[in-house]
Every structure is written in structure tokens, then in C-alpha cells.
């Protein structure tokens, strides 16, 4: 089991926070060039929700990803994070979030704490309280014995739960994971959404996991569908099939997006 916790700026103002949804986009749209990839997306996920991102490759969700992470800025819309504007209040926005990338990004060069230590310093925080934060997170998933490992010698399942770790070193309350599962076997993808789901449940941390496996969104408190850039759909799951007339997920899926059939992942045809 992942602990996570409260950032210590939110400790210090948690009535501010807690009135505030965790993620909040109105009208964003991006384009790379004149290909529009983005139009008018606006959802919010509330407070201790673990909120799936649901689309197809293509659909945008890596792009999304990069503006609520301010690593590229929208061209229309607004996105705020506990209420603070990522493009006016950056800093603010950005303490309170913690981002899994789709590509691996650990350097296999350096061992597991290496890796953690140099991402904690980027965070400020000293070496004493991020020894003592790196032990308890990995000893929370069962893996302080690959401590002063390389970070080649893991496997794919194993850099990636250190990749959740490094993400939660800060504290964040707000937790995004891009396709944090893409490569994995089934037995790694399970056990790493159950610690995802047990994080939300335990530490009212919200996560936003951006996938395209309906497999990983049954369990979810709110799908956000994306598709060809729009948003589709949103709400609960029993909601998003009620509202697509459909008997399953798979088929309210097929449905929004158009294509024939999703089992196992699904392209349009
Ligand atoms: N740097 C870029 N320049 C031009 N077009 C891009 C760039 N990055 C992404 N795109 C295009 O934007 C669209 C959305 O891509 P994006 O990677 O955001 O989708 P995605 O849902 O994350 O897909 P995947 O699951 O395959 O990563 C795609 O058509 C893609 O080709």
C-alpha cells in the first residue's frame, strides 16, 4: 500500500483546499500548428475521487496531460488546481500535484534512492526528511530492499511503482498517472490500481488516470470520456451507460467513440 499525505501548504490552509475541486477545466482547447487536438474541453473531479480519463490513442489525453502540468500553456480556457489558475498562480498549482509520464523517466544508471533523492531535492526538501519519506514509501509497496539497486535491475512493474513514489515524495493531493500501466502484465497493472485505489480511499488524495483499457475503469468514481479531443462523456459509470442507452461500458464506449469493438483496447476501424 502507497501512503501519501497532505502537501504542508494545505496543512497550514486545508479549509481553502477542501472547498475547492482538486482539478478544474473550462473551455481549454490546443493546437499543434493548425490541427486542432483539443476543443472547448471543461470537467472537474471532486475531492478524494479516483477519476479515470478514458480515449483512444489519439484522443489527447497526453496532450491534456501537458497543459494541467503547465509544461505547455492552453490556448483558450483556464485550468486551475485547488483553485489556483495554472498559468497565474504556477507555483502554487503545481506544490499541490504529482504527475506519473507515460514514458519511463527514471536514469537506469542510478540506483532506486539516487533517483528519488535528486527528485526530492527538486522539491526542497532536505536530505534527512527525504530519507526518512523515501524508506516509508517504499516500505508501503514492499520495496525498501531494492533501495541502493539500479534502476535497470527492476522490472517494468517495479520502475513504475518507484515512478508513483517519486510522484507522492512531495505530498501532492492531486495525482495524475498517464497510461501508468502500458507495457505491464496483468498481475503488476492489478496491483498497481489497487494501490492507486487504496491511496484515494485511505489518504483523500484524487487521482486522474488517463488510460485507454476499459478494464482499468470499472472501479472508477468518474469517467471523463475523450474523444478525437472533446469530451464525450462524464460521470459516474452507471451514469455514462445510462445515458448512452447501453447495457455495458464496452458498449457505451463503442458508442461515443464509434468504433466497432473496444475489447482489449480498441482502434477505430
Ligand atoms: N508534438 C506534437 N506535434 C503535433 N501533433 C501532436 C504532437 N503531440 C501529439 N500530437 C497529436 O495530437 C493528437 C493527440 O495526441 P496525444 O498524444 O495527446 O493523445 P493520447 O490520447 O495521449 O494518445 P496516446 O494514448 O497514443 O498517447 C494526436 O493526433 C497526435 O498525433
Redesign the pocket.
Known amino acids: 500500500m502507497i501512503k501519501a499525505g497532505l502537501p504542508e501548504d494545505v496543512n497550514t490552509k486545508p479549509r481553502q483546499d477542501a472547498a475547492l475541486p482538486p482539478l478544474e477545466l473550462s473551455s481549454v482547447s490546443y493546437s ?1 500548428g493548425s ?1 486542432k ?1 483539443l476543443d472547448d474541453v471543461s470537467f472537474s473531479i471532486e475531492a478524494g475521487r479516483f477519476a479515470v480519463l478514458l ?1 483512444l ?7 491534456l496531460f501537458s497543459l494541467i502540468s503547465h509544461l505547455f500553456s492552453p490556448q483558450t480556457g483556464t485550468i486551475r488546481i485547488f483553485g489556483h489558475d495554472i498559468r497565474r498562480k504556477a507555483g502554487s498549482a503545481l506544490r499541490r500535484l504529482g504527475i506519473v509520464f ?1 514514458a519511463r523517466t527514471l536514469d537506469l544508471d542510478l540506483t532506486v534512492q539516487q533517483n528519488l533523492a535528486y527528485h526530492a531535492s527538486l522539491h526542497g526538501i532536505g536530505s534527512g526528511a527525504a530519507r526518512d519519506r523515501i524508506r516509508e514509501l517504499l516500505a508501503s509497496i514492499d520495496m525498501e530492499d531494492r533501495l541502493h539497486d539500479k534502476a535497470r535491475s527492476l522490472s517494468g512493474g517495479q520502475m513504475r511503482r518507484v515512478e508513483i513514489v517519486r510522484a507522492l515524495l512531495h505530498r501532492p493531493s492531486l495525482l495524475l498517472l498517464d ?1 501508468a500501466t502500458v507495457g505491464l502484465d496483468i498481475k503488476s497493472r492489478a496491483a498497481i490500481l489497487a494501490d492507486i485505489r487504496q491511496l484515494v480511499a485511505q489518504e483523500g488524495i484524487s487521482v486522474l488516470w488517463a488510460t ?1 483499457l476499459i478494464d482499468e475503469v470499472n472501479q472508477a468514481d468518474q469517467i471523463v470520456v475523450l474523444d478525437a479531443g472533446k469530451v464525450v462523456a462524464d460521470g459516474a459509470v452507471t451514469e455514462v451507460i445510462q445515458q448512452t442507452g447501453s447495457a455495458t461500458l464496452h458498449q457505451a464506449f463503442s458508442r461515443l467513440t464509434g468504433i466497432v469493438d473496444i475489447r482489449g483496447g480498441g482502434t477505430r476501424p
Open positions: 499543434y490541427r487536438v480515449g490513442n489519439g484522443a489527447g489525453k497526453t496532450t507515460q497510461e485507454h
